[in-house]
């Protein structure tokens, strides 16, 4: 079916704003993060039911996001990061409050 989508896709020229099959470079920070999530969670551990993975898959999402620093982050968590875009939000010229 998706083979058939595909080529009517193709035949109708229009362009995709998905991933096409075989051509994982096409999201890059998708790929990035699939490969680290297999190497990191799911090939370390072997779940014997689905409460299981859904604990162990949840604690690594949380150490991915509020504990691991990230290099393409400056070395902040995402959470840090997060924070970080908060704050220019709130004071974008990064201009210091007065109290008078």
Known sequence: MSTQLLQWAVSEQLETVLIEPGKPWQNGTNESFNGKFRDECLSMEWFRNRLEARIIIDD????????RPHSSLNYLTPRQFV????????NPAGISSCHW
Do not use: D, K
């Not at 690594?60 to 504990?67: A, L, P, T």
């Not at 924070?83 to 709130?90: E, H, V």
């Open 60 to 67: 690594w999402r949380r150490h991915y996001n509020e504990i």
């Open 83 to 90: 924070g970080t875009l908060s704050n220019q939000l709130t």
